[in-house]
């Protein structure tokens, strides 16, 4: 488990589609066990504004997705790298292909 090699390492796990599902926290070695929710469209938007009003701390995004979908119209204070199924442009951020059909 890499949360093992990481125990001051938190995450914020933030399950969306159009709008937030859920919301998860994950410390250290913590077995990392939530359900998926949502499905069809993507609008990136209400995730970032609940990071805004719920964990203004944060200081790096990795969101998993196939790019499609609304995107914030002013990029965020903290950094953001798009995980993509495909290759696709991304308004802000970098982005990584770490899913190839």
Known sequence: NIMTNFPSIR?????ADARVHGH??????EKMDF?????GGTDYRPVFDY???ELPMTTMLLYFT???GWYPKIPPSY??????SREHK?????PLVVFHH
């Not at 359900?35 to 499905?39: L, W």
């Not at 950094?79 to 993509?84: G, T």
């Open 90 to 94: 991304v308004p802000f951020g970098r």
């Open 51 to 53: 990071i805004e009003a």
């Open 24 to 29: 998860y926290t994950f410390q250290g070695g």
């Open 11 to 15: 995450i914020e796990l933030i399950i």
């Open 66 to 68: 196939d790019g499609d």
């Open 79 to 84: 950094e953001v790298l798009w995980a993509l």
């Open 35 to 39: 359900p998926i929710k949502g499905g």
